[in-house]
């Protein structure tokens, strides 16, 4: 059984940062990419940033220069490094990881989500 376990989100001051972790566990194989995800209230869930298993990266328009994804491979975690934060970036925030594991089939996994609420 392979889960995704997140942490790190919370209330913060707009202007502020926070840092958010997602770690995989379980029986892997092997990660492809890993991203992290959002939604806000009355809206659809939306791409936040990706990163591949070699480190490249994509990211909203949105985000651009204020948040960075990044992982550690050793660890099975990704990581999403929030600055300037503003109050439009308050939702709920899910990481998802494209997993090998051992039951045979890759699939995407999805965590429990972790609420972040910048304050104006």
């Known amino acids: 059984q392979v889960q995704l376990v997140e942490s790190g989100g919370g209330l913060v001051q707009a202007g502020g940062s926070l840092r958010l972790s997602c770690a995989a566990s379980?029986?892997?194989?092997?990660?492809?990419?890993m991203g992290w995800y959002r939604q806000a209230p009355g809206k659809q869930r939306e791409l936040v940033a990706r990163?591949?298993?070699?480190?490249?990266?994509n990211s909203a328009d949105s985000v651009k220069d204020r948040f960075t994804i990044s992982r550690n491979n050793t660890k099975n975690t990704v990581y999403l490094q929030m600055n300037s934060l503003k109050p439009e970036d308050t939702a709920v925030y899910y990481c998802?990881?494209?997993?090998?594991?051992?039951?045979?089939?890759?699939?995407?996994?999805w965590g429990q989500g972790t609420q972040v609420t910048v304050s104006s």
């Open positions: 998802n990881a494209d997993i090998l594991s051992g039951s045979g089939s890759p699939r995407v996994y």
């Open positions: 379980g029986s892997i194989f092997s990660i492809n990419a």
């Open positions: 990163i591949t298993s070699g480190g490249n990266t």
